[in-house]
């Protein structure tokens, strides 16, 4: 018989006693130590690093390497991923804490840092890349007060004193513009079935330069032919084109388009929506064109008069429903919530009279529509449709911010 062993037997007794005391962390601990494990290989099979650029680059966001944590938003809000290289997705900007500084670099699609001093978070901002109207339409969804369609053709407009439509344009560069390297142009709308130079028809971006040009006559001949005017020449084939267009990124950027030369026989009597009619007529003094082809032109009167918000005393149906000639008197909530009148400005526009040979019909600084002869010396903003492939990155179309093109 085997003798008893009363030490062994309260060791194995003390063991089972803590085996069910503690038994429990033991379930409990190691699964989580594995998933801890399990998460740290999938983190760093996710997320490299570049020792040679200190490119860090990853497929999902918050993830940690050394001393580096990355967040993502996208449009504005955290995702817990970012958006692939081929997603239609640029990078906005990138804020660093501890005075780190960094840089987006599209090829390995990571960041590339410097400064890495200590434990550093960087949130990485990125932006869908839209065309232009797409970005018109969805500003127009979010602010509505800014925008109106009850023009014939339901064309989306730009209203009021100031709305937030401007747009870097003619620039140096285009990844890199500034008010130093580009003018500032102002997006008037998209406009439904542009007919273009091919015959086909498109809804286009039309815009306008924010600042006049040099006075210059609409034509040296008086004759109110725009198919043979100065202006038109200047503009598409002489210096402006030529020289003060400052690459052929910025002239394969507009479209040759149609370009409706309807007159009106006279300045009274002629609301918007008249002036809109009949620009778009076939009634013009003998022997002129009814189109021309091309791509550069003027804003037309009825751009001006659908620009306007109107005010609290004359709200914009009354001043839709008031003729042009007649804004320079008792209509200043007109003119003064339109942000195509320039009160320092005689400016040209590309319509004709129908009825004299020698009449163009001109915005006068009180805020009034009607013809001179095209000899005179008045302002001229070039008005063009982008090409539909062109795209926004950035900006929020305020003066401050431009909306930024990025060209195909």
């Not at 513009?177 to 406009?191: H, K, N, S, V």
Request: net charge neutral; glycine share 6%.
């Amino acid at each position: 018989m085997r003798k008893f062993d009363k030490d062994k037997y309260l060791k194995n007794l003390k063991f089972k006693k803590n085996l069910t005391k503690y038994g429990k962390y033991f379930y409990i601990g190691v699964p989580c130590v594995l998933a801890i494990v399990a998460g740290i290989y999938f983190a760093y099979s996710k997320f490299t690093v570049s020792k040679d650029a200190e490119v860090v680059k990853t497929t999902v966001g918050d993830f940690i390497h050394g001393d580096v944590v990355i967040g993502a938003y996208i449009n504005g809000k955290y995702s817990n991923t970012i958006p692939g290289k081929n997603d239609g997705y640029i990078v906005d900007k990138i804020v660093c804490d501890n005075d780190a500084s960094a840089s987006w670099d599209n090829d390995a699609w990571g960041i590339a840092l410097t400064n890495l001093a200590k434990r550093t978070k960087c949130n990485v901002y990125f932006n869908k890349v839209v065309s232009v109207s797409e970005k018109v339409i969805t500003t127009m969804n979010n602010n509505p007060s800014m925008f109106a369609t009850d023009d014939p053709d339901n064309n989306v407009r730009y209203i009021g004193k100031d709305p937030s439509n401007y747009v870097y344009f003619n620039c140096n560069d285009y990844s890199n513009p500034t008010a130093d390297t580009c003018e500032l142009w102002r997006i008037i709308g998209i406009f439904n079935n542009v007919t273009k130079s091919d015959g086909t028809k498109e809804n286009l971006v039309k815009i306008i330069r924010d600042e006049s040009i040099v006075d210059i006559v609409w034509n040296y001949n008086d004759v109110n032919d725009w198919s043979t005017a100065k202006l038109q020449y200047d503009l598409n084939s002489g210096t402006y084109y030529t020289t003060t267009l400052k690459n052929d990124t910025t002239r394969n950027a507009i479209e040759s388009v149609v370009w409706n030369l309807g007159g009106s026989s006279t300045d009274n009597d002629v609301t918007p929506s008249m002036f809109y009619e009949r620009e778009r007529g076939t009634t013009v003094y003998t022997g002129r064109p009814t189109t021309w082809t091309g791509k550069i032109g003027l804003m037309y009167p009825s751009d001006y008069g659908y620009a306007t918000s109107g005010g609290t005393t004359k709200d914009r149906a009354v001043c839709l429903a008031t003729e042009l000639h007649d804004w320079a008197r008792c209509f200043s909530d007109c003119k003064g919530n339109d942000y195509l009148y320039n009160s320092s400005l005689y400016q040209w526009t590309l319509t004709p009279s129908s009825a004299d040979a020698r009449g163009v019909f001109v915005m006068h600084s009180v805020g009034n529509v009607r013809y001179e002869t095209p000899y005179t010396h008045y302002a001229a903003r070039p008005a063009l449709f982008l090409k539909s492939n062109i795209q926004v990155d950035k900006g929020t179309g305020a003066k401050s911010d431009p909306y930024h093109l990025k060209m195909q």
